[in-house]
């Protein structure tokens, strides 16, 4: 038996984990941690009869150790996630909640030598270039669950560093890649993601291409390449979901439904591809996979991304806070999409990057574009 925690238990991620656990049978949830969903947390945890409930925020502490009555053990707020982090009882972290809260239990599972399977590509972008220097020599395994680095991860199982010519991550282009004009979209229209289903933030992200941005980031730190080897192609169909180049000219890719159950299933179970396809791919009824180059004019935040990467420092951290207060003044009707990747545009322009970033260099660069975003917002 493996004994998964779970950070975010009650999200997208956090739900098709449980799922992915049950269906895998050797698996154990050793502790489910949620956001502010504390009812779902309490179905799951009557579900799947954990060792310790938690929520990642401290002021559900009162209200969750009521709900719980002594049937649990608690954990609160990250000094409860970092205690799992670092418990021998735990196999197997999994980061599945939104925001870079998780930065230190990520760090110190992997320090711990475990494996963390994480979802969050927020902590990756925000803290790249500290993970940039302290991933190599640490000893956990970090394996992405997002879809695209589970592709390319699997692609590059065996694979010598010096054989790699370049990565291309694909990207669906979301509902607008063939939209001439970007005026007027509502949110409703651009939550409707055509492969995908998933939570509010990322599928904002899929339709301004943000998301693939801040993928190319995520795939650098960890992959450890530098941005003119990491190649963005919008690929509608979202079969292919990772595809590396090697120098001999081979390109080796990872196929399957755009079903996240499968990069979950193969985070838990790597090197290794257990349990059994929920709906398999059945390639012959793949008509056509096609890929197109991406438009930089319609869709900035993808340059603006690469141009973090390259610049590095704070720049990445102040990318990520600006989309999401912009990103939620979208969702919540105070601004336009067009309006939504202006504010991004011009609040990470306008930033001055730390060069070589401590952590509380990333913290007040993210307060920082927290409130220039709001700013302009208005
Ligand atoms: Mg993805």
Not at 81 to 109: H, Q, R, W, Y
Not at 188 to 206: C, F, Q, R, Y
Request: hydrophobic residues 40%; contains cysteine; charged residues 25%.
């Amino acid at each position: 038996m493996k004994r998964v925690a779970i950070i975010g238990s009650t999200g997208s991620i956090g739900k098709n984990t449980l799922e992915v656990i049950k269906e895998l049978g050797d698996y154990e949830v050793y502790a489910l941690i949620s956001g502010n969903n504390i009812p779902l947390l309490l179905r799951q945890a009557q579900e799947f009869n954990p060792e310790y409930v938690g929520s990642v925020f401290s002021d559900n502490e009162k209200r969750l150790n009521e709900l719980v009555k002594n049937r649990w053990k608690t954990l609160i707020g990250i000094e409860g996630c970092n205690e799992l982090a670092i418990s021998e009882e735990v196999d197997i972290l999994v980061i599945a909640s939104k925001g870079t809260l998780t930065f230190e239990p990520l760090i110190k599972a992997l320090r711990c030598g475990k494996r963390v399977a994480t979802a969050n590509k927020e902590t990756i972008v925000a803290y790249a270039p500290i993970l940039k220097s302290i991933l190599p020599a640490i000893q956990g395994e970090l394996i992405p669950i997002d879809s695209e680095h589970s592709g390319i991860y699997q692609s590059l199982l065996g694979a010598e560093r010096s054989n790699i010519s370049k990565i291309i991550l694909p990207a669906s282009g979301g509902p607008f890649y063939k939209r001439e004009s970007f005026e007027g979209i509502s949110p409703e229209e651009a939550l409707e993601h055509p492969n995908w289903k998933m939570g509010s933030k990322v599928t904002i992200d899929s339709a301004t291409l943000m998301n693939k941005g801040f993928e190319v980031i995520e795939a650098s730190v960890l992959f450890g390449l530098s941005s003119d080897e990491i190649e963005v192609v919008i690929h509608p169909q979202s079969i292919v979901h990772g595809m590396v180049l090697y120098k001999d000219g081979s390109v080796i890719s990872q196929l399957s439904k755009p079903d996240m159950r499968i990069p979950i299933r193969f985070a838990l179970t790597a090197p290794e591809h257990r349990g059994s396809a929920f709906d398999p791919l059945d390639i012959s009824e793949v008509k056509t996979l096609t890929f197109y180059k991406v438009d930089e004019n319609k869709f900035p935040l993808l340059s603006l991304a690469y141009y973090a990467l390259k610049e590095g420092g704070t720049l990445p951290a102040v990318l990520a806070a600006s989309d999401e207060v912009a990103v939620n003044a979208f969702l919540e009707g105070k601004i336009g999409f067009i309006r939504l990747m202006d504010i991004v545009i011009e609040v990470t322009q306008s930033h001055s990057p730390v060069k070589e970033p401590e952590i509380k260099d990333i913290i007040e660069a993210e307060e920082w574009a927290i409130f220039r975003s709001k700013e302009l917002i208005g």
